[in-house]
């Protein structure tokens, strides 16, 4: 799902920057005008593509790219609590958080829940839908780019002098569009 670096090779990825898109322009549909962005590194290129186009996004729509609300480090509960409190903790925190993969964003459902931040994931995971809120998200397909791989595979094997040009195919993605992204306030306290 990563482009190579240093050689030319056969490259089967997801539109980052179509369903980075599709996720902040529906949080900006919401109403949402303070969105984050969370992520774990971005020496990843996925990461970097999605930063990229939230904020690019958030300016199209006249609204601050705020360094502030960017959060990157997101690899463990602890991190994940910390990246919530420094955004809730800011004197105008924002309303929802763009998460730029399924893993943080798992992490990040806890302490989300409990600063009742709105949340758009890129990447489902498993029981996103059971979740309260159930939990919207960039919707990706590993079984097709498993298959494309492997078919891509089987055609170098079967003509390894013929045609070496390396292919570029990217899959699309599309929005589930659940609960999490609307406004909501905090977790009642008990």
Known sequence: DWEPVG??????HHDDAAGARLAV?????HGHRRIAFTGDSSDLP??????????????????????EFERL???????????????????EPPTAVF?????????????????????????????ASSLTPPVCAVDQDPAAMGSLAAERLLARSRSPLGDDSPTRTV?????????????RGPAPTA
Do not use: K, Q, Y
């Open 7 to 12: 050689h030319d090779s056969d490259v089967i």
């Open 73 to 91: 480090g997101v690899v463990d509960e602890r991190t994940a609590d910390e990246a919530i409190r420094g955004i809730t903790g800011l004197s």
């Open 25 to 29: 322009e529906h949080l900006i549909e």
């Open 171 to 183: 899959l699309p993605v599309r929005l589930i569009h659940r609960g999490s992204c609307l406004r």
């Open 46 to 67: 996925t990461t970097r593509e999605r930063l990229r186009v939230h904020r690019e996004v958030l300016r199209e729509h006249g609204l601050d790219c705020r360094p």
């Open 99 to 127: 998460s730029s993969n399924a893993a943080c964003t798992m992490l990040l459902v806890p302490p989300l829940l409990a600063a009742g931040l709105s949340l758009v994931s890129f990447g489902d995971f498993p029981m």
